[in-house]
Each structure stands twice: as structure tokens, then as C-alpha cells.
């Protein structure tokens, strides 16, 4: 004797006639109802994704492309060197031992107004100067900054060496292992002690 | 093609061809599990109208989800629960459970339904539909699918208690049914 759940289980029952003709008139519908409305949805959400796609891809190139434009334009753009305190434009050479700041904007030489292009894009920015051996070395724009404006005397070279030989003393006076994060703290820390020291 | 008569196409072929359309290997899936999912409908239902309409909804949905069948289990195991879900959600349009406390739960008596097994099927379809919807549903889930009772008060939005009350009652009403039945046999034969 089967137990009653085998029984209940297993159990079949034929369904009355003409069900099938029912259902497959109901599958029919469905299909001529679903089938356009997905098609269409499909092809929306396809155009939609290949529209964002284009877009994003055409951002990145626009962006990376003004972005290596206005680069170039700083470097690339007329240099102007402080001789005296008077402004002059000028031309790279290695021999002529002058700093030479770029300038970026016609109308406003202040470098620090510059940190952005028109756009709004980011660049950073470095200045080309003639090295010790008149070959092209590139130094951040704040470094020029102090650099020229550290002393007004000709030629700014001089100025640089004996900044750097000073540098240099304080370095070999100071029990402090210099970093390149904490060389200024140490020349800052030193210069106040002496100013402060009767 | 005799399609009622065609079972030599195999279960994969059965449903690639439902999934593309072809509408003769539908009918033939039709064919080869409406009997067994028809028996299920007339269980869970009051009466062989509501079982036919439950039916014909309940292949429609087989025939849209198809092509979510991934063949962990068995392919009538998961028509089977297509079945039983779409009688659920039938049964829980229509039909609100009360709660049962929990001290009407200790005095209910639940013995076991050996007297069922020497009825018929039919004999025994036929007592389920004079089960209360709540009673039916519980009796079903548990005793003929093997369902828990956590699972059932998932499934019915009720908690486990009154699953477990539910199908107490179901089963002393369904022996009583026997015995009257038996009764009345037993008479009929003396007399």
C-alpha cells in the first residue's frame, strides 16, 4: 500500500478538453502584446547606452586634447626674464645666465594666477631655466618665484649660488638630517634663531 | 503527429523548443505534465472550475519563465512549484487566515492519517475540497509536498503556530470524514 503522500504526489487527473486551445490562444496574445513593446525598449536602450559611450569618449579626447595644448603653451609660450626689476621678453639660451619665466597669459604676468587654463583643467606648470652648464633644467614656478624675487641684483645666478652655498652651511651646522620634506623647516628654524638671538 | 501519444522527444529538446515558440513542442510539454499539474490544481483548489483556471494561468507562466529554468533540479520539480505557487497566490487573494493562540494549539490532537491510505485518490481529492481553504492549503504544503511549517507560514504570511494548528485541524476533520464514511459503509453492509 503506497503511502498517502506517494499517492497524492503521482496522482493524475486528464484536464478537461479544449484547455490547451486556451492556453495557446492566451500565449499568443502575450507574444503579439510583449514582443513589440521589448523590441522597442531594446532598441531605446541600446541607442541611449551608445550615445553615453560616444559621449565619454569623445570627453576624453577633448579634455586629454586641451589639456596637452595649453601644457605646450606654457612651455612653449614667450619667456620673460626680470632684469633689475624691468621686464623684457627674450628668447632661451643657455649662455645668457638670466632666469627666464614663462608667461602664460598676456594680459597677467602673476604666475600664481595662473594655476588653471581656461578651460578649468588643471596643469602643472614648470619653468625652464639654464643650468650650470647651460643645459635646459625645469624648476616649479614657486621655486622661480623665489629665485627672482630673492634679490634684485644682476646677474640672479650669483644670488642663486650664495643662496645655496648658505643653505648649505646651515645644513652642515645642524644636527637635523635634512629631507626634501623638511629642508625648508630647518632653514626657516634657523634664520628666526638668529634673528632672535641678541 | 499524435502529439498526446509522442513521449520519445527528450526533456532538453522539450524545452529549447518551448523557449523558441515552436507551438506543436509546447502542446507536447502540455501533454506530458498537464495530468500530474492538473491533480495539483484540483488539491489545492475547491472545485474543478477554479483547478481549470488555475491550470491554464499556471502553464502560461511556465511557458513565460522557461527560459529561466536553469536545470539545477528537476524540470517537473520546478513546474511543480509554479503550480503550487500560483494556487498560493490564489488562495492568499481570497482567503484570510486567522491566528490561532497558542493554548488552542496544545489541546489540538494530531494523529497521524493512516485511514487515508486505503481511500482513493479520488475518494481522497474529493474530502480536500470540503477543507476549509486554510485547512487545505496547510494540509497540501506539508503533508503531500513536504513542505516545514517555517516554510508554509512563509509562504501563506502566517506564522508558524498557526500552520501547525492549521493542519491539527485538517487532519481530525478529514478523520472524521473516513469514519463517517466507514459508518456508513459498515451499515449500508448490515443492512
Not at chain 1, 614667450?78 to 649662455?95: A, E, F, P, Q, V
Amino acid at each position: 500500500m503506497k503511502s498517502l503522500k506517494d499517492k497524492m504526489y503521482n496522482y493524475q487527473v486528464t484536464p478537461p478538453s479544449g484547455s490547451w486551445q486556451t492556453i495557446a490562444t492566451a500565449l499568443d496574445e502575450v507574444n503579439s502584446n510583449v514582443q513589440p513593446i521589448k523590441k522597442t525598449n531594446r532598441i531605446f536602450y541600446l541607442s541611449l547606452a551608445a550615445a553615453a559611450v560616444t559621449f565619454i569618449i569623445f570627453s576624453v579626447f577633448w579634455f586629454n586634447d586641451s589639456g596637452k595644448k595649453t601644457n605646450e603653451s606654457v612651455v612653449k609660450s614667450t619667456k620673460i626674464y626680470r632684469d633689475s626689476g624691468n621686464t623684457k621678453s627674450g628668447n632661451l639660451n643657455g649662455s645668457d645666465n638670466k632666469i627666464k619665466v614663462p608667461e602664460t597669459n598676456g594680459d597677467d604676468n602673476n604666475l600664481a594666477a595662473n594655476k588653471k587654463s581656461k578651460s578649468g583643467y588643471d596643469i602643472k606648470k614648470y619653468i625652464t631655466i639654464s643650468g650650470p652648464g647651460g643645459q635646459p633644467v625645469k624648476i616649479s614656478e614657486k621655486v622661480a618665484s623665489l629665485i627672482v624675487s630673492s634679490d634684485d641684483k644682476y646677474p640672479p645666478n650669483t644670488v642663486w649660488n650664495s643662496k645655496v652655498n648658505e643653505w648649505r652651511a646651515i645644513m652642515k651646522a645642524n644636527n637635523l638630517t635634512p629631507t626634501t620634506a623638511n629642508f625648508l623647516d630647518i632653514v626657516e628654524l634657523t634664520n628666526a634663531l638668529k634673528i632672535n638671538t641678541p | 503527429m499524435n502529439l498526446k501519444s509522442n513521449h520519445t522527444i527528450n526533456e532538453y529538446d522539450l524545452i529549447q523548443g518551448s523557449i523558441n515558440g515552436d507551438r506543436q513542442i509546447q502542446e507536447l510539454l502540455y501533454h506530458r505534465f498537464s495530468p500530474k499539474m492538473y491533480a495539483v490544481c484540483l488539491r489545492y483548489s475547491g472545485n474543478a472550475d477554479d483547478a481549470h483556471d488555475l491550470l491554464q494561468e499556471g502553464f502560461i507562466k511556465v511557458f513565460k519563465n522557461l527560459v529561466k529554468f536553469r536545470g539545477d533540479g528537476s524540470f517537473e520539480g520546478w513546474i511543480r512549484r509554479i503550480f503550487v505557487n500560483t494556487s498560493i497566490e490564489h488562495f492568499r487573494k481570497k482567503v484570510n487566515m486567522y491566528a490561532v493562540t497558542e493554548t488552542q494549539e496544545v489541546t489540538i490532537e494530531d494523529k497521524e492519517l493512516n485511514v487515508l491510505d486505503n481511500l482513493a485518490e479520488k475518494d481522497i481529492i474529493a474530502m480536500i475540497h470540503q477543507l476549509s481553504p486554510g485547512y487545505r492549503a496547510v494540509f497540501n504544503l506539508h503533508v503531500i509536498e513536504g513542505y516545514s511549517h517555517k516554510e508554509i507560514a512563509d509562504m501563506l504570511g502566517i506564522n508558524e503556530g498557526t500552520s501547525k494548528s492549521q493542519l491539527a485541524r485538517a487532519k481530525a476533520v478529514l478523520r472524521k470524514m473516513v469514519e463517517n464514511r466507514l459508518n456508513i459503509t459498515s451499515n449500508t453492509k448490515e443492512i
